[in-house]
């Protein structure tokens, strides 16, 4: 079952974290969240889950930076958030989809227990600009039926920027 924007607002500060919060971003059943002002972008063309890729940053200036297709920018959202009592989940905006920008390729699901910023995987289908802090995404939580542990996985778990892939770390075991 999917909370209600109502229920997430009650549950702020309790079993739902998002800092900052902003009572006015709830929507009916989900919380908008804002794009930070800085992009990671792959320096390399051919990409190896075996080992680090390099990437650079961008910044978002106040006036746009226009992003363009076939191009993967790694981008964060301004929001801190936690739960370890519902499974959360991450989705565009319908308004950003409408302009064919996509935040996330597959890493739209949360682990129950993740707690940090949210990486997006953000690619367009024709050049378009975005701003900082625009209201990108949107979180919301699902409720969980039967015994489950906590994610603590250390490669994604608290986190305090934008997170490239850490796949090569699974081929380290």
């Given at each position: 079952m999917i909370l209600s924007g109502k229920e997430i607002e009650k549950r702020i500060g309790k079993d739902i974290f998002i800092e900052p919060f902003d009572k006015s971003r709830i929507n009916p059943n989900s919380y908008n969240l804002t794009l930070s002002n800085e992009l990671l972008v792959y320096e390399e063309h051919e990409l190896d889950m075996k080992r680090p890729n390099a990437a650079k940053k961008l910044v978002i200036p106040e006036e746009g930076l226009l992003l363009q297709p076939n191009v993967l920018y790694l981008g964060r959202t301004n929001e801190y958030t936690k739960t370890e009592r519902f499974v959360p989940m991450l989705e565009g905006r319908s308004s950003i989809g409408r302009l064919g920008l996509y935040i996330h390729v597959t890493a739209g699901f949360g682990d129950i227990g993740f707690s940090g910023y949210w990486t997006l995987e953000i690619h367009c289908i024709q050049p378009v600009r975005i701003y900082p802090d625009v209201e990108?995404?949107?979180?919301?939580?699902?409720?969980?039926?039967?015994?489950?542990?906590?994610?603590?996985?250390?490669?994604?778990?608290?986190?305090?920027?934008i997170q490239p892939s850490l796949l090569y770390k699974d081929f380290e075991k």
């Open positions: 990108i995404c949107q979180i919301y939580y699902h409720d969980i039926l039967g015994e489950y542990e906590l994610y603590t996985s250390g490669k994604y778990q608290n986190n305090s920027g």
